[in-house]
Structures are given as structure tokens and as C-alpha cells.
């Protein structure tokens, strides 16, 4: 079983910056790739980035692509994700995720075999 924490959440103003970290507790040994999602009320789940945690490969979401950074410190099993420029529409409950395998898609929810409860990011207009 592994565990994340996140933390890091708050209310800012748009074009703001914000740092959120996610940190992994457990049989971390199992993790392959870490992500990061978020969930605005009446929408799905959606894939905002993800890294793999041994060779370092990232991905993002279109709408996040140069605004928003991902990195890793294999050393503390934590994961961060920097968000520069926030927008509006980055509001959401933002959710860690890991697996211990590398699945068909590192974009999809279900690819992800844990969760952490989430962080509330709000961004005011």
C-alpha cells in the first residue's frame, strides 16, 4: 500500500504562482509514475501532469503546458507541482496519483493504482 498526502493548496489571484507537493508514504518502492489531476464541481477528473519516477519523463495537459512545471526528490518521495500564471479555470480540488506500473496512457485515471484526498486550489478573477 502506498500513501499521498498533498498540501499546498489556497486561494490566489490570477496570474498568480502556487506550489503544491504530494508526499508518498508506504511501499513507495512500487511506484513507477506520479501524477497530478484535478476535479472542478460538475466535471470530470482530468490529467493535468505526470513524471516518471526513475527516468524522469514528463508529461502535461494542453492547458497547462508552460505554465505549470512538474518535479520529483526520489530521496523524500515527494512530488511538486509548480503552477505559474494561474487562471479561473485552474479552480479545482487537485489530486496525487501513483502506480506501480506503467500503463497504457499516463493521461487517464485509471491508470493510477493510489490516490491522496486532494488540495483546494481556488483562483480569483
Known amino acids: 500500500q502506498v500513501q499521498l498526502v498533498e498540501s499546498g493548496g489556497g486561494l490566489v489571484q490570477a496570474g498568480a504562482s502556487l506550489r503544491v507537493s504530494c508526499a508518498a508514504s508506504g511501499r513507495t518502492f512500487r511506484i513507477a509514475r506520479m501524477g497530478w489531476f484535478r476535479q472542478a464541481p460538475g466535471k470530470e477528473r482530468e490529467f493535468v501532469a505526470a513524471?516518471?519516477?526513475?527516468?524522469?519523463?514528463?508529461y502535461y495537459a494542453d492547458s497547462v503546458k508552460g505554465r505549470f512545471s512538474i518535479s520529483k526528490d526520489n530521496a523524500k518521495n515527494t512530488m511538486y507541482l509548480q503552477m505559474n500564471s494561474l487562471k479561473p479555470g485552474d479552480t479545482a480540488v487537485y489530486y496525487c496519483?501513483?502506480?506501480?506500473?506503467?500503463?497504457?496512457?499516463?493521461?487517464?485515471?485509471?491508470?493510477?493504482?493510489?490516490w491522496g484526498q486532494g488540495t483546494q486550489v481556488t483562483v480569483s478573477s
Open positions: 496519483a501513483a502506480t506501480g506500473l506503467y500503463r497504457n496512457s499516463a493521461y487517464l485515471p485509471p491508470s493510477y493504482d493510489y
Open positions: 513524471i516518471n519516477w526513475n527516468g524522469g519523463s514528463t
